[in-house]
């Protein structure tokens, strides 16, 4: 690849990247409806079976699953490079939206507008319609839908924060001793590159847990702020199964009691980051400003952001042989299916519980989700009118 031909895809990955950023609304299962459509559907930067593959290995690492999506599809883009563009376009604008937030805008309660209504609307179609194509390709049988049914029933009725973690880890096992024979017939999965060493991963594997490991013994030797500040960012990012919601408790119980802010600027800062689009986790931009300005912002996101860089570009060198092997590729069928499960509890639990309110939402979700699988609109036209369609049922 030429060095102009990189910065083409740079470019690309930014931009595209940042769109997603601007118009993601709805939390990380949300978000990987939304990559499927523009990464997947529109423009092919992956095929189905990989980016299920992808989903599925990030579902199981700690962190946050889109934005790991995310940077894992910008690397397969254009390489390490590709990862950071796709992760700052993606992840950029909340965080500049949370620190304004933290300098001006905590005291105002919006989460109860009426366009966050419709935008939360708009995350309910995009969801739906990212399970439908998925659950076409992963559950073509009666032993994965199978799969896909008790992960769903597990996931709604045993919520815990590992309970993900469990159901992935068990269909792993079932689907590996169901399908290992079975996937020597399949077609094999197409064999991605990828620009990163073996060397690469190995070094980033061992850098998250020596930072893991040494910062509460580097906190506890030098009783620095910015490194118990960091530490605390750090682990919450290293240790979190299940997305950002998962997190925010974990902050609360290393920030309030300690006195770093108070209950009142906490909870105002989860509004704030409850209304704006991109990745949850961007919460700790507010959090981090609170405490010392837009630097701490900074080095907020950074720190609790690291742990995923780190794991995903760790794992990605080993991915490949990992699912061409036919004893591993059994596993992946049977996690991929659960993860179908998976999407469909979260399609209710939190996402249509908290969205579909009222007939009027539900007929607004419908006339949304015609726009996007019978008239194919753009994801930026639906996202602007669920906006406007919620706007407009405040005031019914």
């Known amino acids: 690849m030429t060095i102009l031909s990189k910065l083409k895809s740079l470019f690309e990955i930014l931009v595209v990247s940042t769109r997603l950023g601007l118009t993601s609304f709805g939390g990380p299962i949300a978000h990987l409806g939304y990559f ?34 995310g940077i894992g599809i910008g690397v397969m883009r254009a390489g390490i490079l590709g990862g950071i563009t796709s992760f700052i376009g993606f992840t950029l604008p909340s965080v500049i939206v949370l620190i304004i937030f933290a300098s001006i805008l905590h005291t105002f309660d919006i989460g109860n507008a009426g366009w966050i209504h419709g935008l939360k609307i708009v995350a309910v179609v995009v969801v739906a319609h990212a ?139 989860y509004g704030a980051a409850q209304a704006v689009p991109g990745p949850l986790f961007t919460f700790a931009a507010y959090l981090g400003a609170v405490i010392n300005g837009w630097q701490g912002g900074l080095l907020a996101t950074f720190a609790i952001f690291l742990p995923a860089f780190l794991l995903i570009l760790g794992t990605l060198p ?57 008239w194919k609109l753009p994801p930026w036209i639906i996202v602007l009118t669920g906006a406007a369609g919620g706007l407009l049922i405040s005031f019914i």
């Open 318 to 374: 080993f991915w490949n042989s990992l699912r061409c092997n036919y004893k591993i590729k059994g596993a992946l069928m049977g996690v991929n299916a659960s993860v179908v499960g998976i999407l469909i509890s979260a399609l209710y639990q939190p996402i249509w519980t908290t969205s579909i309110l009222a007939p009027v939402d539900f007929a607004l979700a419908s006339i949304l989700f015609s726009m996007l699988v019978f």
């Open 131 to 269: 399970i439908l194509g998925m659950a076409n390709k992963l559950t073509p049988d009666i032993q994965r839908r199978t799969i896909a049914l008790v992960a769903l029933v597990a996931t709604l009725l045993w919520q815990t924060t590992y309970t993900q973690v469990v159901i992935i880890v068990i269909a792993g096992l079932v689907g590996f001793l169901i399908f290992r024979r079975k996937t020597t017939e399949e077609e094999p999965s197409p064999v991605l590159p990828f620009p990163i060493s073996h060397r690469t991963g190995y070094l980033c594997l061992s850098l998250f847990f020596g930072l893991l490991i040494f910062l509460p013994i580097l906190r506890e030797i030098t009783a620095l702020d910015w490194i118990a500040f960091f530490d605390s960012f750090y682990r919450s990012g290293s240790l979190v199964f299940g997305g950002g919601h998962v997190v925010l408790p974990l902050l609360e119980q290393e920030f309030v009691p300690a006195g770093w802010l108070n209950e009142q600027d906490f909870l105002a800062g």
């Open 36 to 69: 499927h459509e523009e990464y997947i559907r529109r423009r092919r930067w992956m095929d189905e079976r990989s980016y299920a593959d992808l989903v599925a290995l990030c579902q199981f690492l700690p962190g946050p699953a889109s934005s790991q999506v």
